[in-house]
């Protein structure tokens, strides 16, 4: 009875401890079981729960099989302990799905549960034991399809058609607690350009190519080298001005083994001639460059150096030396030298957002950031680049935006495919990317013509209120496009990418996503779509993250398309002459564009500040051989209004974004309004007396600008004064002018007078002053009390003549006796002679 009493005893403890393991997240301890447990790591697709194993894609060995490659692939990895236990017996294997059916599986097919990969490989073994924190590499050679007997380790995937085929790393384990499970998986996709034979000889296997009777799929790749804004806001083009950069990140990017520098070398290595390949790599390949960076590389060149803020949220704070002018100039003379050799085309100048920049309303502004960029993209690299296209950083924009694009000459703009729909009620592009019946019916025409975008009539003509514009939508693979911006580091989801198939790529290992991102480069090739056409525009993202060995991997697949005659290389110049498709076509701006876009309230301020730029650059002398110029002078504060509207970083989140606009908007204000205070009417200190009447008024105006201006005086003249207008002048550059105003004063009293300087236009320069004025006239009383006494005097005068020429005694001497009038006269007589002697000595 003890002993069953103790047993029962320690069968209750027994209970408590697994309850209260329980409790804390330990699961039971049961039997190992066969795989059938929901994953519990954060691959693609999985669900939430405890994470035990974290498992990464390395490589993959080939990146894509041809018929002339080995039936055989290596994928490397490696398994990462990143619970709080042990866990045993960690094996994976290989599971395929079935072959990517239409575009949307692209990305829908990385989602899909593991039951889907119905294609399973056999588990090997990777470690016995992997302690908390612990990881370890493996290698898992894999066959393309069966033979009569596959060597020890190696699996069979049974793959005996070209295509893109989804695959799944299975990493199965059992940790401390719990039971054998899958516990993480990797997902990523194979291009299968053609099947290799079979290396059995007793069942010989010929090679397995594509269909012959489709077109190779012409193809145009754009390769983008853009930076966020970088120049800090507010510095005008004084000469000697240092440039200064909000931070130095942009060295970094261009030195060795930065973004930049990896992305131009993978670009060199790939068309340069003595690389081995021919020209149809550069052929279809179009450097697109933003000219906000070009600028950026060639101030940090200047014999001057550049500053570097101390800390990039202070404009005003301390600054230190930039330290990347030797890696710009090496970076900008390798452009220089590849660039004339290839296709150029100019993005809008900063990434700057269209339909923002629409809404701002400012022609002079938009001239600046849509059409000067061609120009100084061919400055800059001595090259002739590609006129008449736009390349919108989202792939989408409104009617309004439309509408400045055509108003702007632009004939062609770049848009996903998805971001046009047809105007006849048609199914929408994306619709007829999902299905090869849907693509049958309704067709993705390379290049469309858009009947919503109108142009505005020109002033004084006779054009209809808005006519229909010549622009036209060149649609570029939305799921190649939102593959390759996966690839690197920090991937953006695009905004033409569907809800349906988002989700944080960042759970994938970058050797995944670039595994992605060839499989969709390649699925067009592989899947000829009838009625669809064989063409192919890919589009990375502006700011792309690709490494150089990405990079140049990509570019490998581009080649090997086209070596093995499913792809041919396409020129932009040929895409954008191609005649749009007949049917018409409208826009349709996606919702997450409007949600990344810049917000409505800097529309106003940036009109505001712009036009304000346009009244003092129109006052402003061009001098001939002196220097800065006008447009020289005022330019960059311009170029800081645009940088405003940028839609850098705004996928990142809107706060920062907005933060550093506003940070923008702010520091081009207060230099816009110090250059409007740097011309003004010196105050003369004191009362300025005017020596008479019509003395004219002396003023002195000064201009701390370095450019030459012109003004005019405004002068709110009292009803006592008359000053007379003198006109447009003109100040020189840094510089002090006195000016001599005729002026004519009725009044003795002391006049306050209120002077100004003008633009010629009007707009007020510098700050009003009041001149004190007191004249030495005495006003009209004293003229009528000076005429009457002079009336007098000669009214007297005569009455005394009228009565001597008469003979007669004037009344005024009666009571004088005759000898009292001789003495005076005789007094008066000496009185003479004495002068006369005192003037004659």
Same mark, same amino acid.
Request: hydrophobic share 35%; glycine share 8%.
């Given at each position: 009875m003890t002993r069953a009493r103790s047993q029962r005893t320690l069968l209750s403890l027994v209970a408590v401890m697994l309850a209260v393991l329980t409790t804390l997240g330990f699961g039971p301890i049961v039997a190992s079981a066969p795989v059938a447990a929901e994953p519990t790591g954060s691959g693609s697709g999985q669900s939430s729960g405890p994470k035990f194993l974290k498992l990464s894609l390395d490589s993959v060995t080939p990146t894509a099989i041809t018929a002339t490659s080995d039936p055989y692939f290596v994928v490397a990895g490696t398994v990462t302990n990143i619970g709080d236990r042990p866990v045993d017996d960690v094996s994976i294997r290989i599971q395929r799905g079935s072959a990517v059916g239409s575009p949307a599986e692209l990305r829908s097919t990385l989602r899909m549960d593991q039951n889907s990969f119905d294609v399973t490989g056999e588990f090997q073994d990777v470690a016995d034991r992997l302690t908390a924190g612990q990881r370890k590499q493996f290698s898992l050679t894999i066959a393309l399809h069966s033979g009569t007997e596959l060597p020890s380790g190696i699996s069979s995937i049974d793959i005996?058609?070209?295509?893109?085929?989804?695959?799944?790393?299975?990493?199965?384990?059992?940790? %401390?607690?719990?039971?054998?499970?899958? #516990?993480? $998986?990797?997902?990523? !996709?194979?291009?299968? /350009?053609?099947?290799?034979? @079979? *290396?059995?000889?007793?069942?010989?296997?010929?090679?397995?190519?594509?269909?012959?009777?489709?077109?190779?799929? %012409?193809?145009?790749?754009?390769?983008? #080298?853009? $930076?966020?804004?970088? !120049?800090?806001?507010? /510095?005008?083009?004084?000469? @000697? *001005?240092?440039?200064?950069?909000?931070?130095?990140?942009?060295?970094?990017?261009?030195?060795?083994g930065g973004r930049l520098d990896q992305l131009l070398s993978a670009l060199e290595s790939a068309v340069k001639p003595d690389t081995g390949r021919d020209r149809n790599l550069g052929t279809a390949i179009c450097l697109a460059i933003d000219p906000d960076l070009l600028l950026t590389v060639t101030d940090m060149v200047r014999d001057q150096g550049y500053q570097v803020l101390a800390s990039p949220s202070d404009p005003d704070g301390p600054t230190r030396a930039g330290t990347g002018a030797k890696a710009a100039k090496a970076w900008l003379d390798r452009l220089r030298a590849l660039a004339p050799g290839m296709c150029v085309v100019a993005l809008p100048f900063a990434q700057v957002d269209t339909t923002a920049l629409a809404a701002a309303g400012d022609t002079t502004l938009s001239d600046r950031a849509l059409t000067a960029p061609a120009e100084l993209v061919d400055s800059l690299l001595s090259v002739k680049s590609v006129r008449g296209v736009a390349l919108p950083d989202v792939g989408t924009i409104d009617a309004e935006a439309g509408t400045l694009l055509a108003h702007h000459g632009f004939q062609t703009v770049l848009l996903a495919d998805n971001a046009v729909t047809p105007a006849d009620g048609r199914a929408n592009l994306l619709a007829a990317t999902k299905t090869p019946a849907a693509a049958t019916e309704s067709g993705n025409p390379d290049v469309v013509s858009l009947s919503?975008?109108?142009?505005?009539?020109?002033?004084?003509?006779?054009?209809?209120?808005?006519?229909?514009?010549?622009?036209?939508?060149?649609?570029?693979?939305t799921w190649a496009a939102t593959a390759l911006a996966a690839i690197g580091s920090h991937p953006p989801t695009q905004p033409f990418t569907p809800d349906n198939v988002r989700y944080d790529v960042t759970n994938d290992s970058r050797a995944a996503r670039l595994q992605d991102a060839l499989g969709a480069l390649?699925?067009?090739?592989?899947?000829?779509?009838?009625?669809?056409?064989?063409?192919?525009l890919l589009m990375p993202p502006q700011q792309w993250g690709a490494n150089k060995d990405e990079a140049t991997t990509v570019l490998a697949q581009l080649d090997l398309l086209f070596h093995n005659n499913l792809a041919t290389p396409r020129a932009?110049?040929?895409?954008?002459?191609?005649?749009?498709?007949?049917?018409?076509?409208q826009l349709d701006y996606l919702g997450d564009a409007a949600e990344a876009a810049v917000p409505d309230h800097f529309a106003e301020p940036i009109r505001q500040q712009a036009q304000r730029i346009t009244e003092l650059m129109s006052a402003l002398v061009e001098v001939p051989h002196q220097e800065p110029s006008p447009r020289g002078f005022l330019t960059p504060l311009r170029d800081d209004l645009i940088r405003v509207l940028s839609l850098s970083d705004r996928q990142a989140g809107a706060a920062p974004a907005d933060t550093s606009a506003q940070r923008r908007l702010d520091q081009a204000t207060r230099t816009l309004d110090n250059l409007f205070g740097s011309v003004t009417v010196l105050p003369p200190g004191g009362v300025y007396t005017l020596a008479s009447e019509q003395s004219p008024l002396l003023l002195v105006a000064r201009n701390n600008l370095p450019v030459a201006i012109r003004v005019k005086f405004k002068i709110d003249a009292p009803a006592e004064t008359n000053i007379t207008d003198i006109g447009e002048q003109q100040l020189p550059a840094k510089g002090n002018r006195s000016f001599q105003i005729p002026t004519e004063v009725s009044d003795s009293r002391n006049l306050v007078i209120p002077i100004a300087l003008t633009t010629p236009d009007g707009v007020p320069l510098g700050n009003s002053v009041s001149v004190s004025v007191r004249s030495n006239a005495y006003g009209r009383w004293l003229a009528i009390i000076t005429a009457c006494a002079c009336a007098l005097l000669l009214l007297l005068v005569g009455r005394r003549l009228w009565h001597r020429f008469r003979g007669q005694s004037d009344p005024a001497d009666e009571g004088f006796d005759p000898d009292t009038r001789r003495r005076v006269n005789k007094y008066r007589r000496a009185r003479k002679r004495e002068l006369k002697r005192q003037e004659d000595r």
């Open positions: 005996t058609a070209p295509g893109v085929y989804p695959l799944l790393l299975n990493v199965n384990g059992q940790p %401390a607690y719990g039971g054998q499970a899958r #516990l993480d $998986d990797a997902r990523f !996709l194979l291009p299968v /350009l053609g099947v290799p034979g @079979g *290396t059995d000889p007793k069942r010989p296997q010929p090679p397995t190519t594509p269909a012959p009777d489709a077109p190779p799929v %012409a193809t145009t790749m754009l390769w983008p #080298l853009a $930076d966020r804004p970088r !120049l800090v806001a507010g /510095l005008t083009g004084e000469p @000697g *001005t240092q440039a200064l950069l909000t931070d130095d990140d942009l060295a970094a990017s261009l030195g060795q919503d975008v109108t142009v505005p009539p020109a002033p004084g003509s006779s054009q209809t209120p808005a006519a229909p514009a010549d622009l036209h939508a060149a649609t570029f693979d390649s699925w067009t090739a592989l899947n000829p779509q009838p009625g669809h056409p064989r063409s192919a932009l110049t040929d895409l954008v002459a191609q005649q749009p498709d007949p049917s018409p076509y």
